[in-house]
């Protein structure tokens, strides 16, 4: 069975700095691109990084109200993929997910993490 | 950015009842379409991916249709466990885009 599980979400203050982990099973890491998705409450879906598998460079992608401010990383050895979060402000607030696979192949979600952002 | 347009922005419906949900791209995107359920408080699931592949274990009612700007999302005989938001998601260019939900109701 494919688990995703994150951690990391808190409570934060704007301007501060929060960093998010997603741990896998069940599936060749190395072998998955990964993604985190959020979603503010109340809200949509909004995709916001992407980073591929090792063997392709583990590049990465981000959407424009993310580039700059977070960073988004993995570590095949841990099964482990990490969301850097900088300079968070308000409209951070969200439920964070991380997703294996997807871009046009099956894909595997968690179950998310809250990061609340308020002074 | 590629601006997906889901439509209706909510139905409501009965049980056994067909429903169509359509998702227009504002660009071409060849079949980088999946299309996903939510139920309140939990993670989006996986139906259909590749514009009408379905995800394994998804019930066979649902079935998705469409290539290009066009695609529809297709729940045959609507059963109560299928009460849900649906969103559409391209992953043909970066970034990736989610239309703004289908909220599926009962009548």
């Known amino acids: 069975e494919v688990q995703l599980v994150e951690s990391g979400g808190d409570l934060v203050q704007p301007g501060r700095s929060l960093s998010l982990s997603c741990l896998v099973s069940?599936?060749?890491?190395?072998?998955?691109?990964m993604s985190w998705v959020r979603q503010a409450p109340g809200k949509g879906l909004e995709w916001i990084s992407y980073i591929r598998g090792t063997a392709f460079g583990a590049t990465t992608e981000y959407a424009a109200s993310v580039k700059g401010r977070f960073t988004i990383s993995r570590a095949d050895s841990k099964s482990s993929a990490y969301l850097q979060m900088t300079s968070l402000r308000d409209e951070d607030t969200a439920v964070y997910f991380c997703?294996?696979?997807?871009?046009?192949?099956?894909?595997?979600w968690g179950q998310g993490t809250l990061v609340t952002v308020s002074s | 950015d590629i601006q997906m347009t889901q439509s209706p922005s909510s139905i409501s419906a009965s049980i056994g009842d067909r429903v169509t949900i359509t998702c227009r791209a504002s660009q071409g995107l060849s079949r980088w379409l999946a299309w996903y359920q939510q139920k309140p408080g939990k993670a989006p699931s996986l139906l259909i991916y590749?514009?009408?592949s379905l995800q394994s274990g998804v019930p066979s009612r649902f079935s998705g249709s469409g290539s290009g700007t066009n695609f529809t999302l297709v729940i045959n005989t609507l059963q109560p466990e299928d009460f849900a938001t649906y969103y559409c998601?391209?992953?043909?260019?970066?970034?990736?885009?989610f239309g703004q939900g289908t909220k599926v109701e009962i009548k």
């Open positions: 590749a514009a009408s």
């Open positions: 069940g599936l060749t890491f190395r072998d998955y691109a």
């Open positions: 997703v294996a696979g997807g871009g046009g192949s099956p894909d595997y």
């Open positions: 998601q391209q992953s043909n260019t970066f970034p990736w885009t």
